[in-house]
């Protein structure tokens, strides 16, 4: 009698469970620039908000009127040409420092990296550094515990209510804002967006952390593109590091067939992502350095020569160049491309910004009457120009039209139009009918400042003649 095997389905997990990470304070170069950064980029987003320019607020998103204030610039909708040259400047600057030392924007100023840098500063203040977290969290419930935990959630808890806050601020004038919440008085959506983006920042980078990293954020899945053998990243030398162990520092690793890494675990205990550099290059690494400073300190406990991690190229650390060779190979056919396109780029949008006429008309005609005689038998048109004045101080207009032999304007000039407003103005254009075929003619509209000839701007039309 035949016996067939029945085999059990294996059990496959498709996703990996959260292991607590626990990163380990460091202090050292890279250490001190990463707080240097997190201090600049926090001062410039919370404290911009609150600068005042002309009487009104230095940096505002005016949904409602349809205005962007930065600073002395206003920008309309008709000026999207400018965001979209804005958006192309930041892909470009991430393709080339990325390409120069790969994810520098991931660990210096990505708000990710910044705000778990803040959370984990609260951390490490109220519940101690690694170990003391680790054994914290391990203890049962207790009265300390609640209390330790209590203090930092409400404190993680106000710091992203007051980024919240701020955020809605750059939409709502943050000091009418301010006012709301303290009168309890704040609109639905601005309520909404002070929770949301709260409750966003709390939630990424109080808990989420490296997992927003890890698997939320499409730059760490298309880095690699981007990357080649030149790019500086943050290496671990193997030829110098292996083999590795442990030993008093009293002991020649050469004379015990040691290499320079003494296994002590120091650089996965640092990095926020969890991760092994000693394993090579993974996208999970944001490149925050702070394995090499934790390194470099063993290192300089040992007596050893400090950059066993180090910012390098892969071609330098195979050895196919020495190190003082990289900054050299840096400028290489991709940097140089990526380096023109940018600055021609930033040339234009420089350009456009400064040639850029702080006068914008619209031509609308009158949907009522397509043509129409006069009393005194002219042929009429009626049109309504919306002039848009993008300047912070009135400015007085003159309108003229032509294109048409014998053509006559009829409206109230000149025309002032309020800083930073729109006008509607409402004009006729005139003709004898003995001197005009019947249809279309195409017609122009000229605009012009009264005190400064260089403010002007042209708009064409029809006249039609039926």
């Given at each position: 009698m035949a016996v067939t095997a029945v085999h059990s389905p294996a059990e496959v997990e498709l996703y990996e469970v959260r292991r607590a990470i626990y990163p380990r304070a460091v202090s050292g170069w890279f250490a001190g620039w990463r707080i240097a950064l997190v201090a600049v980029t926090q001062l410039i987003y919370y404290g911009t908000a609150w600068l005042?320019?002309?009487?009104?607020?230095?940096?505002?998103?005016?949904?409602?009127?349809?205005?962007?204030?930065?600073?002395?610039?206003?920008?309309?909708?008709?000026?999207?040409?400018?965001l979209t040259t804005l958006l192309v400047i930041s892909a470009l600057s991430l393709f080339l420092f990325t390409a120069l030392a790969g994810r520098l924007w991931c660990g210096y100023a990505c708000p990710q990296t910044v705000y778990t840098e803040i959370f984990m500063w609260i951390e490490r203040a109220v519940e101690g550094d690694r170990m003391q977290r680790m054994k914290l969290d391990q203890q049962p419930s207790s009265a300390r515990k609640l209390r330790l935990k209590s203090t930092k959630h409400a404190l993680w808890i106000a710091l992203a209510l007051w980024t919240g806050f701020t955020f809605v601020g750059y939409f709502t004038p943050i000091r009418t804002l301010a006012h709301e919440v303290a009168a309890l008085a704040?609109?639905?959506?601005?309520?909404?967006?002070?929770?949301?983006?709260?409750?966003?920042?709390?939630?990424?980078?109080?808990?989420?952390?490296?997992?927003?990293?890890?698997?939320?954020?499409?730059?760490?899945?298309?880095?690699?593109?981007?990357?080649?053998?030149?790019?500086?990243?943050?290496?671990?030398?193997?030829?110098?590091?292996?083999?590795?162990?442990?030993?008093?520092?009293?002991?020649?690793?050469?004379q015990a067939g040691l290499g320079d890494c003494v296994d002590c675990g120091i650089c996965v205990q640092v990095c926020p992502t969890g991760i092994d550099i000693r394993q090579g290059l993974q996208y999970e690494c944001i490149g925050c350095a702070a394995c090499i400073d934790g390194c470099d300190r063993v290192m300089?406990?040992?007596?050893?020569?400090?950059?066993?991690?180090?910012?390098?190229?892969?071609?330098?650390?195979?050895?196919?160049?020495?190190?003082?060779?990289?900054?050299?190979?840096?400028?290489?056919?991709r940097m140089l491309v990526y380096g023109a396109i940018l600055l021609a780029v930033v040339g234009v949008f420089s350009a456009l910004l400064y040639l850029r006429v702080p006068l914008k008309v619209d031509v609308l005609r009158d949907r009522a009457t397509l043509t129409r005689e006069t009393p005194d038998g002219l042929i009429e048109n009626v049109y309504r120009l919306q002039l848009m004045n993008t300047t912070e101080r009135p400015r007085e207009f003159m309108i003229s039209a032509g294109g048409i032999e014998g053509l006559r304007l009829v409206a109230s000039l000149p025309v002032t139009v309020p800083a930073a407003g729109t006008l509607t103005v409402p004009v006729a254009l005139r003709v004898d009918p003995q001197a005009i075929a019947q249809g279309s003619h195409p017609v122009r509209f000229h605009v012009e400042d009264s005190a400064d000839p260089r403010v002007k701007a042209d708009e064409k039309s029809v006249f039609y003649v039926r």
């Open positions: 005042t320019w002309n009487g009104r607020q230095a940096v505002l998103f005016d949904l409602a009127a349809r205005k962007f204030y930065i600073f002395g610039l206003v920008l309309w909708p008709q000026d999207f040409i400018f704040l609109g639905p959506w601005e309520t909404f967006w002070i929770l949301f983006y709260g409750f966003a920042t709390y939630g990424n980078a109080g808990w989420m952390r490296e997992q927003v990293c890890k698997y939320m954020c499409p730059y760490a899945r298309f880095q690699s593109v981007m990357f080649d053998s030149d790019t500086l990243v943050i290496t671990y030398d193997v030829q110098r590091g292996e083999p590795r162990g442990s030993r008093s520092r009293s002991v020649d690793p050469r300089d406990k040992m007596g050893y020569a400090k950059g066993l991690i180090r910012y390098s190229t892969e071609n330098a650390v195979l050895g196919r160049y020495p190190d003082r060779d990289i900054l050299r190979r840096l400028l290489r056919p």
